[in-house]
């Protein structure tokens, strides 16, 4: 990599900040070059900057992170800073580095860093994604070997996420309850939406109905409302873990209620 594009990635800050101040590896020019599915949505616990990820295995690998209620921030396309490290690395492995048009070595990204809390602090964890809905057997790419050495090196954990995306069912539940999750973080739940939460924890309660979704529907019918907005209830409870269940079932809602607790967290709100 010229000395001229590592100035100019130090200059644009590229993998500096926290928060909201957090300034990603790649463009978004850079990731809409992929041949995967864009996503682009706000997060709040990133200091409510815009996240855009380049395909739905890298969304499955911040939607598990996400989850984690011990994750306190997520930094994507995070640069690794100098490419003669990596390159020794390479050399030391004995494995080829990627290299530009030019001959020079690439920079290195992980897809993905997640902040957590720990028993004394707070760690890093180094997350990577390798789509693997085809071959779920396929080895790592030899740059993914550099990057797991690099971080071996100083000492912080590095894991590799092999996604098959969307087709598995807890990263489509995860990505349904995600929004929910948002709302109450950012907008807070209204007055009816409290009336409908409080119903909804009344029926599970009493445990008079099989699933989740029959219970949605008895709420929603004792506040007057429309079922639709028992579902809303249930999806919002389920993504602050007021309820708590089975998120890697095909239907969230046609868990029995016998499979849920309701928490002691405070109410939404």
């Keep these: 990599m010229s000395e001229k594009l590592v100035a100019r990635y130090a200059r644009e800050r590229r993998g500096e900040g926290s928060g909201a101040s957090y300034v990603p590896g790649l ?3 850079q990731i809409a070059r992929g041949v995967g599915r864009m996503h682009r949505f706000c997060c709040t616990r990133c200091g409510g900057r815009q996240i855009i990820l380049g395909s739905d295995a890298e969304l499955a690998t911040f939607l598990v992170a996400h989850w984690n209620p011990d994750t306190c921030d997520l930094n994507e396309y995070f640069p690794l800073s100098d490419p003669a490290e990596t390159e020794l690395i390479a050399s030391q492995l004995g494995i ?3 290299r530009m048009r030019d001959g020079s070595p690439s920079m290195l990204r992980t897809g993905l860093m997640a902040l957590r809390k720990t028993g004394d602090g707070y760690a890093w964890i180094a997350l990577d994604t390798l789509a693997c809905q085809l071959a779920p057997a396929r080895p790592a790419p030899d ?3 550099i990057v797991g050495e690099y971080w071996r090196r100083r000492g912080v954990s590095w894991q590799l996420n092999r996604s098959s995306g969307f087709n598995d069912c807890r990263v489509r539940n995860l990505w349904q309850l ?5 709302y109450v973080l950012t907008a807070s739940p209204n007055a009816d939406d409290q009336v409908q939460h409080d119903a909804l924890l009344a029926e599970l309660r009493r ?4 699933s989740l979704r029959e219970a949605c529907h008895a709420a929603a019918r004792a506040t007057g409302r429309p ?8 999806l919002q409870l389920l993504a602050t873990r007021r309820i708590v269940g089975r998120i890697d079932l095909p239907d969230l809602l046609l868990q029995p209620l016998s499979g849920l607790k309701v928490t002691r967290a405070a109410r939404c709100g």
């Design 27 to 29: 463009t978004q020019r």
């Design 96 to 98: 080829a580095h990627p």
């Design 143 to 145: 740059a993914m070997r």
């Design 178 to 182: 995600y929004p929910h999750s948002e």
């Design 207 to 210: 445990c008079r109905y099989r």
């Design 227 to 234: 079922p639709g907005d028992g579902v809303r209830a249930a």
